[in-house]
């Protein structure tokens, strides 16, 4: 429903295998909506089973139907709301992962911030992996005020010391942006000396945002390649440490 989200109906191939003991029925959609081929060509490798399948007392049926897609938020109320915590739990992680992958390996913030606002509403209580994740996407996208409030969960929950180093170097990097140096100060220190006691092999990140100085104003760049929190964190507190109250944000 998500993947279609944009679109009135989902195709699908709908397939019916019937014994005489049982009847399995599976459905097979195209992940990526523009394309719809592969499912034409599983449809084909379906139907290609008919005559082996009925020589052997067993029918098959396969055929492309079109679904109806949910609207997204009366499917998130329901998810949000049911009492199959499990359930509610592994959706959760799922859109976790899509969040990671919409973002990292397929460059696409909208869809991971999409993703990412609905482990928000499905974790209970939030876990602060996913909201630092989500706050440094908010970074990203510009809003601020949401990426503060998810950073300081992040920062101040329990869980990965180095979790929560990450999310005070993100409110570092928001405080830059709003051209608050001086409350960027601290938190670059916090992070420079609680990251020289996580081993190197841990320190590294996905991504992180570096505000660096030109020509007396910051810009912001995203290290994409396993960039090293302590490395990273040094530099920027170097930049920062002689712009406190002078600098202003690009």
Known sequence: MIDYRNRPTAPLV????????????????????DCIQPLEVCLERLVSLKGRAEEMGVDVAAQIIDLPVAPLEILAQK???????QLRDF????????????????????????????????????????????????LRAGDLDGAGKLLELAASGEGEPCVRLI????????????????SALPKLEECVR???????????????????????????????????????????????????????AA
């Open 14 to 33: 709908r397939f019916k295998l019937a014994f005489p003991w049982a009847t399995i029925h599976t459905w097979h959609y195209a992940t990526k909506p």
């Open 194 to 248: 609680g990251a020289r006691d996580v081993p190197p092999e841990e320190r590294h990140c996905a991504c992180l945002i570096v505000p660096r100085a030109t020509d007396g104003r910051l810009a912001f760049e995203e290290l994409k390649k396993d960039p090293d929190l302590l490395e990273v964190a040094e530099e920027v507190l170097s930049v920062v440490s002689q712009l406190p109250g002078k600098g202003h």
């Open 79 to 85: 998810i949000e709301r049911t009492e199959n915590e």
């Open 91 to 138: 959706i959760a992680s799922h859109h976790c992962q899509r969040m990671r992958d919409e973002y990292i390996e397929n460059g696409d913030l909208e869809s991971a911030v999409l993703h990412g606002r609905l482990v928000s509403r499905y974790s209970r209580p939030p876990h602060i992996h996913g909201a630092n994740n989500l706050g440094y996407l908010l």
């Open 167 to 182: 999310a005070r170097y993100n409110l570092a990097v928001l405080d830059c942006m709003r051209g608050n140096f001086p």
